[in-house]
């Protein structure tokens, strides 16, 4: 799941309107923080 984050900030194979609206959230810096450089990262996915 992470990695499809990171993936998704990159714009990687972006096929849906959700995977759209995560890359354009993920280009905030604020945003990139909360959802992908989080340490404690696998603990947001639980």
């Known amino acids: 799941m992470h990695s ?3 993936g ?5 194979d ?6 759209r609206r995560m890359h354009a959230l993920l280009q905030n ?3 990139m923080l909360d959802w ?4 404690n990262f696998l ?4």
């Open 8 to 12: 998704t900030h990159m714009g990687v």
């Open 36 to 39: 992908i450089a989080v340490p």
């Open 43 to 46: 603990d947001a996915y639980k």
């Open 14 to 19: 972006l096929k849906t309107a959700d995977d």
């Open 4 to 6: 499809r984050k990171l």
């Open 29 to 31: 810096p604020s945003a």
